[in-house]
């Protein structure tokens, strides 16, 4: 593994991680808004580590929904990560129990997709680990910080903050966008045009949680390989 592709695999997963973790602040202010004391959100953001899923438990209570249906929503998000977990298990192969457990832990959104992204498993991993770490920490401080003040943010820094993560992503993928082949980088922006239309059009009719699941099964169906036909 050469050094430079070391060092932008780790730019990259510490820059995202970054990123991502800033976003713990609007975490910590919709918890405190919700009714939640500090230590409630920080344990959520420790113990959960899983941001759909916890702002999807904050907005039921927030509602005024019940224990059960904030729970309820929040595993029914939870439910993608298992599907990484799949995925990521073979890539990591930890070996002992706590490496199993805290791989378990740190398989979100964000450490897939930068784990599949890498070229070779080692760089894989590197990113996976280093994005989890940074993510984690910085979640977790952030959320004690937006449940300390940050809910009394204006609209324009809650917009700027909702902007972050999206703006992270597409500076990730544009790149690879451009280096892959015309063919390839065209399937790939169809799919997830596709993914997203797809959760688009199913939200005002589905509970939340559920256009993401169907979203996430349509896209790994479309972008399946396919094996080459036989000649006759």
Do not use: C
């Given at each position: 593994m050469s050094d430079p592709a070391r060092s932008r695999t780790l730019r990259d997963a510490i820059g995202l991680g970054i990123a991502v973790g800033f976003y713990g602040i609007a975490f910590g202010a919709?918890?405190?808004?919700?009714?939640?004391?500090?230590?409630?959100?920080?344990?959520?953001s420790a113990l959960m580590f899983s941001g759909a899923?916890?702002?999807?438990?904050i907005g039921v209570l927030g509602a005024g929904g019940s224990a059960p249906a904030a729970i309820g929503s929040a595993l029914l998000l939870g439910v993608r990560n298992t599907v990484?977990?799949?995925?990521?298990a073979p890539l990591l192969a930890p070996r002992s129990a706590l490496g199993r457990a805290g791989a378990a832990h740190w398989v979100i959104d964000e450490t897939t997709a930068m784990a599949v992204a890498a070229p070779d498993r080692e760089l894989g991993r590197l990113a996976f680990w280093a994005t989890g770490a940074t993510i984690y920490l910085g979640w977790n401080a952030m959320t004690l910080v937006g449940a300390l003040g940050a809910s009394g943010l204006g609209e324009t820094a809650q917009a700027a903050l909702d902007s972050v993560v999206p703006a992270a992503f597409l500076a990730l993928l544009w790149p690879r966008l451009q280096r892959s082949s015309s063919t390839e980088a065209g399937a790939q922006r169809r799919v997830a045009i596709g993914g997203a239309v797809i959760a688009l059009?199913?939200?005002?009719?589905?509970?939340a949680g559920v256009q993401v699941i169907v979203a996430v099964v349509a896209v790994a169906l479309a972008g399946r390989p396919r094996t080459a036909e036989r000649p006759a």
């Amino acid at each position: 593994m050469s050094d430079p592709a070391r060092s932008r695999t780790l730019r990259d997963a510490i820059g995202l991680g970054i990123a991502v973790g800033f976003y713990g602040i609007a975490f910590g202010a919709a918890a405190e808004g919700a009714g939640l004391d500090a230590w409630q959100a920080m344990t959520l953001s420790a113990l959960m580590f899983s941001g759909a899923s916890q702002f999807a438990l904050i907005g039921v209570l927030g509602a005024g929904g019940s224990a059960p249906a904030a729970i309820g929503s929040a595993l029914l998000l939870g439910v993608r990560n298992t599907v990484y977990g799949v995925r990521m298990a073979p890539l990591l192969a930890p070996r002992s129990a706590l490496g199993r457990a805290g791989a378990a832990h740190w398989v979100i959104d964000e450490t897939t997709a930068m784990a599949v992204a890498a070229p070779d498993r080692e760089l894989g991993r590197l990113a996976f680990w280093a994005t989890g770490a940074t993510i984690y920490l910085g979640w977790n401080a952030m959320t004690l910080v937006g449940a300390l003040g940050a809910s009394g943010l204006g609209e324009t820094a809650q917009a700027a903050l909702d902007s972050v993560v999206p703006a992270a992503f597409l500076a990730l993928l544009w790149p690879r966008l451009q280096r892959s082949s015309s063919t390839e980088a065209g399937a790939q922006r169809r799919v997830a045009i596709g993914g997203a239309v797809i959760a688009l059009a199913l939200t005002p009719f589905v509970p939340a949680g559920v256009q993401v699941i169907v979203a996430v099964v349509a896209v790994a169906l479309a972008g399946r390989p396919r094996t080459a036909e036989r000649p006759a």
